[in-house]
């Protein structure tokens, strides 16, 4: 997950009519508390060299919903981790055009 589609998802639902409701606000504070509790990983200047490498050896037909998972495997290839993805299939995809000498673990959660 990336605090981008976190963050996303409440303010997305909170444009629409009835919203913010007490449960919805109840549910961003506690995942506000859950990424101040972690690491947050950078998308810095190396992850933005995997997916510069990634994404040109990608079919052109990706959905542009596919460019937010190159991001996060280039995250995490940047910084030495692997994936847990309910997605496996994109990322397997993604694992097949990475830079010689980066391998992208990822397991299905």
Not at 33 to 47: E, G, M, T
Request: charged share 25%; net charge neutral.
């Amino acid at each position: 997950m990336t605090v981008y589609e976190a963050i996303y998802g409440f303010e997305n639902k909170s444009i629409k009519p009835n919203e913010p409701n007490e449960q919805a606000r109840h549910d961003r504070l506690k995942t506000e508390q859950l990424i101040k509790s972690c690491v947050v990983l950078p998308f810095d200047q190396r992850a933005a060299e995997v997916a510069a490498y990634v994404v040109p050896r990608l079919s052109k037909n990706m959905p542009k919903e596919f460019l937010r998972d190159v991001f996060i495997a280039a995250t995490a290839l940047a910084h030495g981790y692997g994936i847990a993805t309910r997605n496996k299939k994109d990322f397997d995809l993604i694992a097949n055009h990475t830079p010689d000498g980066l391998i992208l673990r990822n397991a299905d959660w």
